[in-house]
DNA sequence: GCCGTTTTCGGCCCGACTGTTTTCAGTCG
């Protein structure tokens, strides 16, 4: 029996709970179990005190015992007897919740998305007390949204519409202030909605402008502080908008930043001290209310130091808050070591690539244009390579603040080798290798691709070490804890590649590499100077995985730099 | 269902919005 399968079984006991429209707070004493292990950072075997924890007692306690000796648990196959699996899809559909769902069973023998399409046809639904015509239609329309609109959009996808508000946001007069909130603001790869926080004296106005300047598809709600819209395009998404009072601001941004856990925990500090936070504000016993300046004020109230929003995830970042101050930063960014231009695919000169860098303050980064094998990206034959070695050399020389080190981005071929022999190899200051292509090859073939560049004593670093697009594709499946093993072997750096379409490696990597010792480059892998910005979501996104300064190649000096490359 | 150094019973984070009601339940974040 591992972990893993203990917290399922412990979500899966509250899944079915609520749709027999158990006491919620029942429900979520299991999910505050399964929580209580997730967090435990031991494995079971070190763990001799399970039933002893606090959020499990004699329930949750004998779920866990069953797993362990029998192998499954008893309440669970009690509960899958009796509640049908179809319904579980139906929590799905924006408006139900355990409680109706558990109705319409009861009372209808509703038992699947299907039979409740049916029961609303023919208008059986608005029978029931708590029901109407009106709810039967939303149900219809939400049922028929189900399978158009996906469950989470990726932060590629959203960045374009985040950027587009904001532009919106800032022609309204009427508005003070506002900011993206939500898991967005986050850093998560992938969102469900998004919120925005605005801050306004004129709510109505600025609501009515809201619906009139954006591309609205839908309204889901419409109040006096929150309005809730659909926005059309090329991507649907959802997206909430709150509107406060100008000191409301801080407080309305924490709350709806979130995340739901980190939140609670704060509210739970905040109790025990007599106080109540809510999204406006913390009000003490006297029914007054204490407003901010900005959340490091509203962190600050509580003796707390200021905590990014990237960590703000699971309520454990309240106790490590000790290394709040090591946390990887922009500022510590000395160099970007993974960029193309217009001798392979990017639409940039050399120059335009380091002018657009020196405004961005580095001390040194690495030209690494595509290789032979990439005809698609035009990469460089070796011939071309050597070329473009001599032509950064002259143009380094024009430079004294920034130095420019030539690299490539070589191909591991289908076949296991690589795309430029040694004797080429070695005379580039930093090599990349990576796999563009046969992702589909079984794992035992991608892993031994990957150690032919591991074993290369030219080759410094595997950039997008699983290749994946964020909820596009998985990329090419290697077998990572191996990848950092051998990487810690031969001295190589993983990369952290910074586009937000890759965000690769992953948080759950990242901190296995941390763990490991393997040092880590976050680049931007840059095609344009306007995607050098993406350093920043690389360094955001680094920061939760706990990524310290240390663990970071872009925060080395210009000489600590060289002394890697050059050994 | 779980918890407890004011508590073994009563509260569990808190508030907005909708659709159903005619003062509130359910859902959502």
Redesign the pocket.
Known sequence: MDKKTIIKTLEKIALYMELQ?E????????R??AQVLELDARSLAEMDNILS??????????VIEDLINVGESSLLVELQSTVPSGLLPM?K???????????LYKELQIDSIEALKEACETNKV?AL????????V?LLAEIENLQSKPERTAVWQLEPIVAMIESKLAAIPAIDKFSVA?SYRRVKEAS??I?FIIATATPKEVREELLKVLPVLK??????????ITLGGEQEV?V?FR?VEARQYASALN??T?S?DH??KM??I??EQGK?????GV?LEDGTVVHFESEKDFYAYFNLPFIPPTVREDGSELTKLDQLSKLITLDDIKGDFHMHTTWSDGAHSIEEMIEASRTKGYSHIVITDHSNYLKVANGLSKERLLKQMETIKEINAKYTDIEVFSGTEMDILPDGSLDFEDEILKQLDFVIASIHSSFSQPQEKIMERLQTAMKNPYVHMIAHPTGRIIEQRDGYNPDVPTLIEWAKEYGKILELNASPYRLDLKTEHLKLVVEAGVPIAINTDAHHIDQLKYMEIGVRYAQKAWLHKENVVNTWTLEQFKQFIQK
């Open positions: 429209g006491n919620p707070f029942k429900v979520s004493a299991f505050k179990a924890l606090k959020g499990i007692g004699a329930a949750t306690g004998s929590l559909i924006p408006g139900l919740g355990g409680k109706k769902i558990a109705k608005q007390a708590g029901f109407a015509a009106k709810t039967e939303k939500g469900k909605d919120d309204i889901i709600a419409a109040g006096d502080t929150k309005v809730s959802d909430d509107l709350h709806f979130g739901k939140n609670i509210r739970q905040a109790k109540k936070i809510s999204e406006y009000e």
